[in-house]
Every structure is written in C-alpha cells, then in structure tokens.
C-alpha cells in the first residue's frame, strides 16, 4: 500500500465503481483508497509457489484459494483488501464473483515498504474477520514465515519457522493448521532468488 491517490471521501459503492476502471489495483480503508506498491519477482514467485501446493489439497477440501487480484471485504463493506494469498471454505465464497468475505487463510508475502503495515494495521483489521483463522507472513527476502494463529479462546499466538523447530526433526516443516496441511519450507522458496546477507565478523 502507497500513499493516497484520492484525495475526496468516497463511499463502499463509489469505489468498487470506480476500482473497476483502474488499471492499478488499490485498497479501501473506511472511505479513503490506496494504490497497491509494486511487487518484485521473488515476492511473486512467493505467492506462485503458495498456490501451487495448496491448490490439490484445497480442492480436494471444497475450499478455494485465489491470489493478488481478489479482493477481501470486511462485514461492513468499509475495507476492502487484496492479498497475496487467501483461502475460503465458505459456500457464499465459492460462489462468489466479487469479493471473499469469510477467509478461513490469509497469506502477505513482505516487502519493505508494505511490511510495518501487514504486521500492525493491516493484521488489526484481519483479526476482525470471524472467519480467519490463520495469517501468515512469508519474507520475500530470506527463509523465515511467521504464522499467526487464532485460538480456542479468540488469542493469536504466533509461530516462527523455522526459528521455532531449530534443531529438532521439524526444521524444515511448514504448517498450516486452519487447512491441515503441512509441506517443507523448500517448496515455499522453491526457485526464489533469495537476498545474500553478508556478515562482517571482528575478533
């Protein structure tokens, strides 16, 4: 998300009229829009590998997973999103020509200027959504996904792969529990070109 391109208020109706006309895609916050930042290819092939493991096991679930161009509306119809990766198990859903609006699974890969807003704005409106119960980051730059997971009692508590699995048998492993599924964090990274950090040690 980048700055504001529209300076006047618009309501719910005014902008899916008017984002229906627009070559680039924006977002909807409570009447006011945002252009989408650009994405580069490693976030794109991200989002690619994303879809290409889940959507087997998906359909074999009655479930349906999009990427990028769908956009998510909140039970108010005030926020409109698109997010890289998003899954419903919904029937309204699976019907659905429009929007998602009950994501059981919702997946951002990061980059560095849309980041600080997946993790703090953007997840607080997710939460808000009944229906999800996983959000997932993937960093586009080196191997680490963070999972968010809401609990029995409505709390998300977070887990770090593969920081949390260092050094037991599961240190490759993915999971997706709200889908049961389960794959190696290879397969996510498949052909990605990954940025190379380099460390300077001094004795």
């Known amino acids: 998300m980048i700055a504001n391109l529209k300076n006047n208020f618009l309501t ?3 902008y899916l009229a008017w984002e229906a006309e627009q070559q680039v895609r924006h977002e ?3 009447g006011v829009v945002y252009a989408m930042a650009g994405g580069t290819i490693a976030h794109n092939d991200i989002a690619l590998n994303v ?4 959507r087997s096991h998906l359909k074999a679930m009655g479930c349906r997973i999009n990427v990028a161009d769908v956009k998510v509306q909140d039970r108010n119809a005030s926020k409109y999103f ?4 998003v899954v419903s198990c919904n029937e309204s ?4 020509r429009e929007v998602i609006a009950f994501p059981k699974l919702i997946i951002e890969v ?3 200027s849309t980041e600080a807003f997946d993790r703090g704005d953007k ?4 939460r808000r959504f009944p229906s999800l119960l996983e959000y997932v980051l993937i960093d586009a730059e080196k191997i680490n996904i963070d999972v968010y997971r809401r609990g029995d009692t409505g709390k998300w508590e977070l887990t770090n792969y593969p920081e949390d699995f260092e050094g037991t048998d599961h240190a490759d492993l993915f999971e997706l529990t709200s889908i049961n599924f389960q794959c190696s964090l ?6 990605v070109e990954l940025l190379l950090v380099s460390e300077t040690y001094q004795d």
């Not at 290879?186 to 052909?191: K, M, Q």
Request: no cysteine; hydrophobic share 25%.
């Open 51 to 54: 879809y290409n493991a889940l």
């Open 93 to 96: 859903d699976r019907q659905s």
């Open 82 to 85: 698109y997010p890289d990766v």
């Open 123 to 126: 997840f607080k409106y997710y």
């Open 110 to 112: 990061l980059s560095p």
């Open 186 to 191: 290879g397969l996510i990274y498949e052909d």
């Open 12 to 14: 719910p109706e005014e």
């Open 28 to 30: 909807y916050i409570d």
